[in-house]
Structure formats: structure tokens, C-alpha cells
């Protein structure tokens, strides 16, 4: 498995994923973000989503149409008045493979900050709408800014070079406004039940092993 940016935002790459295994798929097809991956196989199995047991391609389409070998992904851009921020837009992770542990979307997120800093990116921001995303950005060493949305999605940043300094009253900030939201699931009420009190996330390491394309100012 190897994590690699597809193409920065001035390529406008694309990236046709199976929209039957990935949420935003759509997202990925525009050229209008930069893009990286986690791909290759699953590190314990191949993918447990069989064509059979997914939904049925229209005739017109078949599983050559899309992007084989691909785990994870994140689509971002830069933001439009603070040149040096990136912002990560949608980050999505194959549906058989979420909640597995292996903990790929803060792993993508982790990398692709990491290759922002390289590209001279001082500062990366991502907005997350549930806690599960909340927890997973942690790992990646995201903090809550206190800031919303317009659509109540939560603001998280971090410096591009290194991980964002942290407390539990901030964490838990973030955690008790997922808790005063109607509508959570069973499963998200018992996250939040979990979590209660309890101090930040660890930090996950930067993985290696990147086939990354030159920046296009190069």
C-alpha cells in the first residue's frame, strides 16, 4: 500500500472512483481540487465488497471504468483568500474498509499535510460534520478552532509542518457539540458516552513510500 498525490490543484487531476465503494465520488471527476490516495491492497485482505453484493453497473458501464486499487482518498484546494492554507474538502475512505482500524482517512489526511508543507503551505484546514471525523482528525493531528461552518460543520486546522497544539477542554469542546445535536445515531451516542471526559487522541506517524508528482511551478 502507498499514499500519493494524484496531482495538485493547478493539474486538475481527476480520479474515477467506484461511487458504489466511495461516498463524493463525483467530487473526484471535476478537475477543479488537488487529489491524493492511499492505494494498493488492503494490508490484510483484498476488498470484502464483491461485486456481487454491490449494486448492479448500468449497462453502459462496467468495473474497468474505474480506478482500480484505490483505499482512500482526499480531494482539497487552496483557499481563497489565505494563499498558504489548504483546505481538504472531501475525504473519503472505501466503504468496506471504515471502522476497520486501520485508520485510513487520518493516515491520508496526516500525508497529504504533510506534502503541503513541502509545497510551501503553511497552514491546513478540513470541516467535519460527524464526531467519528472529529476523532479521526485528531489522530491526524487536527485541533477544534472553536469556528463553524455556515452549515454547522466544525473547523479544525493545523499547522503544515507539525501537528496542532491540544488540550481536553478544547477536544471536548468540539465533542459537546456533537452532544447537544438531535438526530445523533445509537452508535454516535455511545461514542459521544465514551469520550466523555477523556483527553485527546495520540497522534498517528506520516506514512513513507509516495510517488508524488513534481508541483507544476517546478
Partial sequence: ?????????????????????????????TGNYGIA???GERP??????PSGSLPSLPENLDESAFDRGMLAAVAFNVDRTES????????????????????LGPRL??????????QGYDCVRIAVNNAFSYQALYRAGFSYTGRQTGIAELILERPAEEPAGVST???????????NREGLSTVEREFLAAHESADPPDRIAVDSG?????????
Fill in 1 to 29: 500500500m502507498e499514499f500519493a498525490v494524484v496531482g495538485w490543484p493547478v493539474d486538475e487531476p481527476r480520479l474515477r472512483l467506484d461511487y458504489r465503494r466511495f461516498s463524493y465520488a463525483g467530487k473526484f471527476v
Fill in 37 to 39: 490516495v492511499a492505494r
Fill in 44 to 49: 490484510d485482505q483484498p476488498d470484502t465488497s
Fill in 84 to 103: 498558504q492554507t489548504l483546505w481538504l474538502r472531501y475525504l473519503t475512505v472505501r466503504r468496506d474498509l471504515r471502522g476497520s482500524g486501520h485508520r
Fill in 109 to 118: 489526511a496526516a500525508f497529504i499535510t504533510a506534502q503541503a508543507a513541502e
Fill in 169 to 179: 477542554a478544547e477536544y471536548q469542546q468540539g465533542l459537546d457539540e456533537f452532544r
Fill in 210 to 218: 509516495v510517488s508524488n508528482p513534481p508541483s507544476s511551478s517546478e
